[in-house]
């Protein structure tokens, strides 16, 4: 009887792992099918809104687009605070030109690479439209192996003049995004996509939020999505200062180094499908942009992997590309004690990041369990 007690306990346990991830799964193809180019995040700023309403005390938008949940906990606690960033990279429309094609900007870190011959999406309309490329009989040898910056290429909506791309509602700074379907691969746990970076974090605080329904814990929790992280962790800093909380997670993805370009275990040993990453010092590279999360916040962190039994990847990316949020609360309302929880993705910043939903999983159990234990280590630096 009691082995069939423990396996009964074992499938239901399996049953609402495959639940959750189920719903993570879900949100996330909402959230991936909304244009939110840093600097106009309405769409996704909306859907974060309505979707957190139902499991909070009270939500609030500021007036730069920075969503904040709160829940109150039952007994006096820190304030906590956990977020996940509601931009994506992309474009902007620079100008349109007599002829009807539309000249366009960088928003954030795309790579050139990636431009020629994509089919994007114009406005939040999601209005359809071709990066052109010059056909290749017309190419000369030359001109097939350089890459094209952004300066050289334009959009083709369709249209053979100015006034008829004005007439389909397209003006100067309209956001443009790549077009992308939501695949999932054989292995259904595996999702591609555009903007996976940092939409899966929105979809895990949505998901953090449902599963604190009729949960007891100390203190306060402060769920947040913050605007323009993509282009200088704009918000990050402002919801910092506005919240004061007394510590914060930041939720975000970090690149997964498990790929046949990259010498893994010496450049990135990060993996997908073995858990979320913890990223203990980052900065990007010629800038003094630099994070080192706090040594009381990485115990936090290290004590609630182990108790739910949820696997850490820890990594260091000094001297990278790569930061979050966290560079920001450091030294938003006098210095913020931040840790930061990340979920690996292959292929970033691209129509195709590759996201293992196991992973997202774990940090869901972590930032719950952080939250539950909310107030029951001091945040002492010593």
Known sequence: MKTTNMIDQKAG?????????????????D???????SGSEQEV?????????????????????NVIAIKKGNAPGPKLMISSHSDEVGFCVKNIL?????????????SDQLLLGRK???????????IGIK???MQTPEESKRVKTTRECYIDVGASSRMEVEDMGIKVGDPIVFQSDFME??????????????RIHCAILIELFKELQGVEFAGTLYGVVTVQEEVGLLGAIMVGNAIEPDYAIVLDTIPAGDTPDIDTEISLPVYLGKGPACPIADGVRGTMVFNHIHPKVREIIEEQAAKVNVSLQMITLVGDAYTTDAASLTSANKGIPVGVLSTPRRYSHSPVELVNLNDAE?????AKGIVLDNGGKDLGFI
């Open 13 to 29: 346990h399996s049953l609402r792992e495959e639940k959750v991830k189920e719903s993570i799964k879900n949100s996330l193809r």
């Open 362 to 366: 774990g940090v869901l159990k972590i």
């Open 185 to 198: 691969m054989v292995n259904k746990d595996l999702v591609c996509t555009k903007s996976v970076d940092n």
């Open 45 to 65: 700023v909306k859907y974060m809104r309505d979707n957190l309403l139902p499991y909070a005390d009270e939500v609030d938008v500021d007036r730069n687009g």
């Open 135 to 137: 056909a290749g009989h």
């Open 120 to 130: 994007v999406w114009v406005t939040t309309k999601k209005l359809p439209g071709i």
């Open 98 to 110: 007599p002829n009807g094609f539309i000249m366009f900007d960088k928003v954030g870190g795309v």
């Open 31 to 37: 959230l991936t099918g909304l244009v939110g180019v």
